[in-house]
């Protein structure tokens, strides 16, 4: 006997109509909106956060790594603290995209009001009021000026260039160049990823035979990670040499 067509629809549709379990349990930070919990990477959903070898400008007008510290401002505030986090859907790089609460705390709110995260308008609208909240007190990177994280990814002279401080007439140049230059961002970002003749993404540890060899400039497309995770979460594969 054939199955009718609304119970074979029915049955096929099953799985994507089951919500994803909660994740649980404390979490390594990878940035500030990029966890690991056990050996699930999870993207904070509705936010979008500075990455790691990002630069801003304070409020004096000097340069700082933004993305270090909104990473590590997360790390002092969960430490030690439970997440619980429910997924929404899977990102193109198989994170699992989620909303997290951290002892009973929306930890995307928490980012965003504290001025370390903005609100993820192609994505979300629920962070829109805690994001002006934090840039009326110029809290985190509203300090001073910065290019909001999706811009930075594919910056190009045409960015805005957002902040309370009116920022000074190199500001572009220092976005722009960001901390992928020469000197790493921060003691712990170290790992060097560069792009080979065919296209891949190669990143060289500290110990890799051709470290020193590998200079770091925006425009060949290098960039420092944290961690040997990051950079394959970036799509990169170690050296073979």
């Known amino acids: 006997m054939s199955m009718k067509p609304a119970l074979l629809l029915l049955l096929t549709l099953a799985p994507a109509l089951v919500h994803a379990a909660d994740i649980t349990g404390p979490a390594k930070v990878r940035e500030a909106d990029s966890v690991l919990i056990g050996t699930t990477r999870i993207r904070l959903g509705g936010i979008d956060a500075p990455a790691v070898d990002q630069l801003c400008l304070n409020k004096n007008g000097e340069r700082w790594t933004c993305g270090v510290a909104a990473r590590d401002e ?7 603290k439970s997440w619980t ?7 193109r790089r198989g994170r699992q995209v989620a909303r997290c609460d951290v002892d009973g705390e929306d930890i995307q709110k928490w980012l965003v009001r504290s ?7 192609t994505i979300s609208h629920d962070y829109e009021p805690d994001e002006a909240e934090a840039r009326a007190a110029k809290a985190g990177m509203w300090q001073g000026a910065f290019i909001a994280p999706w811009d930075w990814r594919v910056r190009n002279k ?10 000074p ?3 572009k140049a220092i976005l722009l160049a960001s901390a992928s230059g020469p000197v790493a961002p921060s003691p712990d970002c170290t790992i060097k990823g560069n792009v080979n003749g065919a296209g891949e993404c190669i990143y060289h540890t500290p110990k890799s035979r051709w470290y020193a060899q590998i200079k ?3 425009a060949k497309g290098t960039r420092w990670f944290c961690s040997v995770e990051e950079a394959e979460a970036a799509g990169c594969r170690e050296t073979r040499r």
């Open 74 to 80: 997360l790390i002092k505030h969960a430490d030690g």
């Open 85 to 91: 986090c429910h997924p929404r859907s899977i990102d």
């Open 115 to 121: 001025g370390w995260a903005l609100a993820y308008r």
């Open 158 to 167: 045409k960015t805005t260039i957002l902040g309370a401080t009116k920022p």
């Open 169 to 171: 007439d190199s500001a």
């Open 216 to 218: 770091m400039h925006v």
